[in-house]
């Protein structure tokens, strides 16, 4: 098939996972095409069957705002017409899907389908506020097919959006190769984070307001006064200088090392002993799914879709939102008890293998594109992922 993808290219879970689909689809036989206003951070390397389409913005006097979407649209009908697309698939409802919507009226082709994959605050924050409800309802019911990461968020899309389309529930997926715990052979050795002696835990995310990386910090603290122990920081954004501050008020900025945004994140968390994942929105948690193929326990919340990720008392623990002391006192049970540490990291490690390799879900966005252009695509084996995700 040939594929068009728009994403958000920067640091984030949806632009991670439409990226991280092209290139698997690419490397099956597709041929991919990448429309946004950059290339995908994680598309730096060439990559066969992988091509990229830079949308240009006008500059206008009359334009307060350069006009984007509008500029997306036209290139999506554009690259369409020009390379015989079969699929537009938008990841993001707002405003990738109504701007597929629009592509597909605009160009001559009559084969165009439009797909949209729902990622969380899309639909949990963006999507559901007053001024564009109505406009992602719009882009969901037009759309060609639609899938959502979790079941919980296609539960909460029909509750707030009450969508004329069916939602599939396609969870995210993972590299299990390049996320595999640490072994002798790796180039970046444990020894440039930490002293022997020391515990490694590990936050990663764009350190928006909703992932609460000052609870972070508070559970580090409270770590830290009974082990031994660094903090590695993966990732910016509004709440570092916060979080900063923190530390320094709670004297642990020290033992703290902010490594800002990295595309390599697997050659940190395979040295980490423990994920940190303080959410109050999380609709999936991806960043948690690389940790565990990595074989690190990961210490999360109950918020939204993360109960459907880890496995409580098996992979990690959960607590509710806010928790700190609860998450500080689990954090160091296991930092303290080695065989459990090593139990539920190799728990960990065995779920992303056996439910959420690349391997086994990306069959199922085949068979989706299949569903909805009409083609057919040979059946593979799969393996179904766990309860609430089938």
Excluded: W
Aim: hydrophobic residues 40%; contains cysteine; charged residues 25%.
């Amino acid at each position: 098939m040939k594929i068009g993808i728009s994403c958000y290219p920067t640091h984030g879970g949806s632009g991670v996972v439409a990226t991280e689909l092209g290139i698997e689809l690419a490397r099956r036989g597709h041929e991919v095409h990448f429309i946004s206003y950059s290339i995908p951070f994680r598309l730096k390397a060439y990559q066969e069957n992988v091509y990229f389409h830079e949308v240009q913005v006008i500059s206008y006097p009359l334009f307060q705002y350069p006009p984007y979407t509008l500029a997306l649209s036209a290139k999506m009908a554009e690259v369409a017409d020009e390379h015989g697309l079969d699929v537009l698939h938008a990841h993001y409802a707002v405003p990738h899907a109504v701007c597929a919507y629009l592509a597909r009226q605009v160009a001559a082709s009559t084969k165009l389908r439009v797909a949209t994959t729902l990622h969380g605050t899309d639909i949990t924050l963006v999507g559901s506020d007053q001024s564009f409800r109505t406009l992602t309802r719009f882009g969901i019911d037009q759309s060609d097919g639609v899938t959502a990461v979790s079941d919980y968020l296609k539960r909460k899309t029909v509750e707030v959006f009450h969508p004329q389309r069916a939602i599939q529930v396609i969870p995210n997926f993972i590299d299990t190769e390049r996320y595999r715990p640490r072994n002798g052979d790796d180039p970046c050795p444990r020894e440039r984070f930490a002293r022997k002696d020391q515990r490694v835990l590990v936050h990663i995310s764009n350190f928006r307001p909703s992932k609460r990386v000052e609870d972070v910090v508070r559970v580090f603290a409270a770590v830290r006064r009974e082990v031994p122990s660094v903090l590695l920081m993966v990732g910016d954004g509004t709440e570092r200088t916060k979080s900063r501050d923190l530390a320094v008020e709670l004297g642990v900025e020290r033992h703290i090392r902010y490594l800002g945004q990295l595309d390599a994140v697997e050659d940190v968390l395979r040295h980490a002993d423990l994920f940190l994942l303080t959410s109050e929105n999380e609709s999936f948690g991806l960043a948690a799914l690389e940790a565990m193929s990595s074989g690190v326990p990961v210490i999360g919340t109950t918020a939204e879709g993360i109960p459907e990720l880890i496995r409580e008392g098996k992979t990690g623990y959960m607590l509710p939102v806010g928790d700190v002391a609860g998450m500080a006192r689990h954090a160091i049970a296991l930092l303290t008890d080695e065989d459990l540490r090593c139990q539920m990291g190799k728990e960990a490690r065995k779920v992303a293998v056996e439910h959420y390799e690349a391997s086994k879900i990306i069959p199922i966005y085949e068979e989706f594109y299949a569903r909805i252009t009409g083609q057919t695509i040979p059946a593979r084996g799969y393996l179904a992922p766990p309860e609430g995700l089938a």
